[in-house]
């Protein structure tokens, strides 16, 4: 090939012979010779398959693909041809602890918290310590798996002489997610008891999406679907042929938040090709999608 005339016309192409047979066995065809032979055209030829090399399935015809931004093929530019790659990539919000304060009633003797329909007893006070508090609270939720991390972090008291009442602030460090509002009960009881977000926490990635390639859409994918698995779906939309995926972790900050990238190759189709583009699905959770 690198002795072929370079005639400032000659677009080099690389030819794609697919046989378009049942795959009741495999049969791979050699690429055959590509010549100039007039400034106008130039001679493709392949070898005749052999004989029982389709399984007596017969071959109805072949595809040639043609490439006019392709370069001259030479023994330093041996590649002239690249598949188009896309990159398909999730992310969400870096990790952040939800952050709540609490205000009660100076008068009050005793008060409890509640979360996430635990009913906590009443031994806690405005004397109470940090530590104490902060215990409280991951013995409230000790037998819910989903706050085995939680170390919450508590401020010190705040006394507030206009308004009469103590102030304290509670980070709930180590769980991934917006903590829900806790609930105060005061003994004696009085409804001036108030719990105010003051940071939202962020959450894991969770729920769907779909990929969309020239006015067709995919179906719903799982935020984390596999690379086989968004292989499968993108070769079910109409037109697109067969693509390679490969997927990676997409680390944010640091930590794996279930955000990935994918990286997918279109194997069949030629030239510079229309961009996917993704759509978060409508149960989505901290889901944003990027091509």
């Known amino acids: 090939m690198e002795n072929l005339p370079q005639v400032p ?3 080099l192409l690389l030819v794609f012979l697919l046989a378009l047979m ?3 066995s495999s049969y791979m065809l050699q690429l055959g010779l590509l010549l100039p032979r007039f400034p106008s055209e130039i001679s493709i030829s392949w070898p005749q398959p052999a ?5 007596g399935i017969p071959i109805t015809g072949y595809q040639v693909y043609t490439f006019p931004s392709a370069g001259i093929n030479t023994l330093a530019n041996p590649q002239t041809v690249f598949n188009e790659v896309q990159q398909v990539q999730t992310s969400v ?3 952040r602890s939800t952050v709540q304060e609490i205000i009660v009633p100076a008068a009050i003797s005793k008060f409890s ?5 635990v009913v906590g007893n009443s031994s806690l006070s405005t004397s109470s310590s940090q530590s104490t508090i902060s215990t409280y609270l991951k013995n409230l939720l000790a037998a819910d798996s989903r706050f085995t991390s939680l170390n919450p972090t508590v ?7 206009s308004s009469s009442s103590y102030k304290f602030t509670v980070t709930f460090v180590g769980f991934d997610g917006d903590f829900e509002p806790v609930v105060i009960s005061t003994n004696p009881y009085t409804s001036t008891s108030t719990v105010t977000t003051t940071v939202h926490g962020t959450s894991t990635i969770g729920g769907s999406f779909t990929l969309s390639f020239q006015g067709n859409m995919t179906v719903d994918l799982p935020f984390d679907v596999s690379a086989q698995g968004m292989k499968q779906a993108l070769e079910d939309l109409p037109g697109i042929g067969t693509v390679s995926v490969s997927r990676a ?3 944010i ?5 279930n955000a990935y990238t994918w990286l997918v190759t279109f194997e069949s189709l030629a030239g510079d090709l229309p961009m996917m583009y993704a759509t978060p699905g409508f149960d989505a959770i901290g889901l944003r999608c990027f091509n």
């Open 9 to 11: 016309f000659y677009l």
């Open 22 to 24: 049942r795959m009741e």
């Open 51 to 55: 004989s029982n090399s389709t399984g």
């Open 93 to 95: 919000a870096a990790l």
């Open 113 to 117: 918290i509640s979360a996430y329909g």
């Open 155 to 161: 401020s010190s008291w705040q006394y507030s002489a």
């Open 249 to 251: 972790i997409n680390y």
């Open 253 to 257: 900050s640091g930590a794996n938040r």
